[in-house]
């Protein structure tokens, strides 16, 4: 019961990063002011927030661990660069031609954990 909860919330929380991650690249690219709306800089930190709690849950309910379990480990390292890259498209790049590749690059990144994810192997297109 409690992993069928958390299974599930960690897929909403999922799709609504995605969700949102998209609308603000696509705020950002045409340079709109919905980007700098209050609840645009307030609700996507609240949503991460309950996918990683969400996520910590599975790991610990399915004892699999980051830095013991290699997809697990994928999944963190790949966390870390679409957080780093979503930044740069979002808020740290110079350049509006950067910050849409660093957008790209996220996108690319996101599908790339998904992968791991489904097919809990850090190599998931061999």
Known sequence: MAYSLLKHVHLATIAITLTLFLLRGAWMMADSPRLRARWVRIV???N???LLISGFG???????????DGWLT????ALIAYI??????????????RRIAAWIAALLV?????AVAVA?????FL
Not at 61 to 68: A, D, H, W
Request: net charge positive; glycine share 8%.
């Open 120 to 124: 809990h192997d850090p190599l998931p």
């Open 58 to 68: 599975l790991a610990i309910t399915l004892g699999q661990y980051p830095l013991v």
């Open 110 to 114: 996101f599908g790339y954990i998904v």
């Open 48 to 50: 991460d927030t309950l």
């Open 84 to 97: 780093v890259l979503g930044t740069v498209a979002l808020k740290r790049g110079k350049t509006r031609r």
């Open 44 to 46: 996507p930190h609240v």
């Open 74 to 77: 994928a999944k963190l390292f």
